[in-house]
Every structure is written in C-alpha cells, then in structure tokens.
C-alpha cells in the first residue's frame, strides 16, 4: 500500500500510515468562502442535507432554560435522552449509544469492529465517512456499485455479503442517491448476512421516506442478525450544528464495545437539552417533513422537465446527472448564482450533482439556474 501522506511527517514522525493516507471528507462550502467567490451574500445552502426549515422553537426555549448549565460537564451515559430514545423506539436504554453526531458512532463500529486485514462492506457512490472509517482501521473496503437505473444492486450485495465481511453500511434512504430498500429488497440483505457481519443500517434520512417506507429498527429487530442502526437529529430534526445522533444496537455488548469505543464527554449539554426538546415535539418534524416531500417531488419534477436524469428520493436531496462535468456546473452554480450544491467525485460519478431540498426560493433558484446552464450548453454545442 502507498502511503504518501506518511513521507511528509515532520521531525521524523510515524504517523498511523492508515490515518496518513485518508482521503479528505468532501465536506459542504463554508459560507463566507461562498460569499467571496461568488460576491452574493444571498447563499443557498443546498451542499448538507440540513432541513431549511430550521429546528422546533421548543429547542430554542430549551436552550435558552436556566435549567441548560454551559459550566457543567454533560452527562457521559446520556441518560435522559436514551432513556426518551428507548422509549420512542420501543428498545432498551442499554442498546442506546449517542454520539457526537451519528458519524462517531460510525467512527466508534470502525474502532470497535475493524483491525488491518478486516473487510467492511459498502456500497458506491458512498457517504464518504463509511469508507474513510474502516480505512483508517486498516481494512480493505469492498464497494458494490449502483444499478445503471440508479438503484440498489441487490444481486451484487448478496454476493459481497455471502463472503462475509466483518461490517457492511448500507445508508437506507441512500446517501448520495435517495432511495430507500422496501420491505422486499431490506428481507433480501437480512437474508444475505452471515454470522461474524454486523449489518450497519445508517437511517439518517428516515424521516423524509414517504409513510409505509420500512422502518430499519423494527425489521431488523425481528430478523435476528447483528446489527446497529444509526440515527440523527441533525436532518429532520434541524440540528446539525449541535451533533446529536444514536446507535441502536442488537445486543447491549455491541452498545457496551461502541461506548468503550467513543471518548467519555462524547456529547455536549446544549446538544443533550436540544435533542431532548427536539423529542419531545415531534410533531413540528413530522409537519416539516410533509412540507420536504411536496417539495421534493415539485422540485424533481422540475429537474426532470429540464431533461436531467434524476434518482428517485425518499430523503431531502436530489441525485441527478448533470450532462456533463459536475464540478463545472456546481462551480457556475456557486460563482454566477450564489448556489452550493455538492457535485460528486467519486471515479465514474463525476457528472452526478446532489442538491438539498432548501426553501421553496432556493429551490426555484436552483431549478432557474440549471436551466440557464442548460441553455447555453445547448447554444455552445
Ligand atoms: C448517510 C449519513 N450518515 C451519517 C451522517 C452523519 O450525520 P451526523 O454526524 O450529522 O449525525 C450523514 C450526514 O450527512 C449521512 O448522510
């Protein structure tokens, strides 16, 4: 393996040559770098999935309560807000971990799982973290690609599950492409997983599937394979800057080895008081994904009728094929209309933009500007 990121460590350091030769997290634009390329102060950030909506005024009023202490040092265990998890999902506490974030927690199943010569599972294209993870433990990671018709490869991942990995991430809703595995394709990989894999079902768009769409903790509970589900308060529930998501894990000891697995002080008090708010007015989410999904399919229908090529969603952000370079549409995007969209790198995806659904202006936005680039592609060829 060549690890170039290794031969530039200063003052002869080793570094951990898995670490060293990371690829970087395609992270979404900061806004300010936006404002100055762009020279529009009117940003819409359709780059990171965030709901545009904002999150639940309860969650502004909790962390404005005299009872949310900053000097404190938070919870460690997370009681309250696992012991409120447990309850909405019908689980015990003790299969509840929180995490900084849902991405320490996959962070934490890399740790816990994966040692060099280890194999994880995943599928192409990929949210970026479940592969950079289990490639900073060491292991070699496996990618089943999307159908031509943008779709699960489910034949392909039977086979790649048969073979026994030691953790296989499948995002469901599917990050970066928007569908969701029904009750069917779901039954299929349940059946595919061998004893030794742990089946990681990453639900962070659960919320915006359309009602009926399966519900990953209750049918894998029933199955009986290893498995953790991950969960976030940072899509739905508007709070992506406080990092709040959760594993829900098959057995406590895969809970016990994920809390040994993340630091101590792993999820701070505004976002133990926010998410804590955040639950306990779920119907303010609940209203805002029916607003997410007519958008959704308003905003897909109007990509379509440009004549793109457009994944089916059952999340908040579309997947389309830009006809050309992604990279040079998002940067007119970004440059001429003030636009951040995330256009894909991953080899073979490079004409693939995904676009968050924002507010109904930012998306008509988005929806006039791809139409003006459209347009003079169509005069230049
Ligand atoms: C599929 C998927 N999993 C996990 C995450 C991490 O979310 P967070 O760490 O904000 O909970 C994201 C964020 O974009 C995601 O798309």
Known sequence: MNHPASDNAPHGLRFNPHVAALPPYNAGMNVEVARALSGQHDIARLASNENPEGCSPAVMKALASAAYEPWRYADPACTALRAALAHKLACDAQQVVV????????????????????????????????????LAAGAEVVKVAMTPELGFDLEGLECALARGPQVAFLSSPWNPVGPALDHAALQRVIAAVRPGTLLVLDEAYFEFADPGAPNGIEVLRASGVAHVVLRTFSKAYGLAGLRVGYAVCSH??????????????????????????????????????????????????????????????????????????????????????????????????????????????????????????????????
């Open 99 to 134: 995490g900084n974030g849902s991405e320490e927690m996959i962070a934490a199943i890399a740790r816990a799982l994966l040692t060099p010569g280890a194999t994880a599972l995943t599928v192409v294209p990929s949210f970026g973290l479940h592969e950079i993870e289990p």
């Open 252 to 381: 406590p000891e895969i809970a016990r080895v994920l809390t040994a697995a993340k630091t101590p002080f792993n999820v701070n008090a505004a976002a133990q008081a926010a998410a804590l708010a955040a639950l306990a007015d779920e119907a303010w989410m609940h209203a805002s994904m029916g607003r997410l999904r007519s958008e959704r399919e308003r905003v897909a229908t109007g990509l379509r009728a440009l004549g793109l090529r457009v994944a089916p969603s059952q999340t908040n952000f579309l997947f389309f094929d830009a006809g050309q370079s992604s990279a040079d549409v998002a940067d007119t995007l970004l440059r001429q209309h003030g636009i951040i969209v995330k256009a894909w790198r991953e080899p073979g995806y490079e004409r693939f933009i995904r676009a968050t659904i924002g507010s109904p202006a930012e998306n008509d936005r988005l929806m006039a500007a791809l139409a003006q680039i459209r347009q003079s592609a169509r005069v230049s060829a």
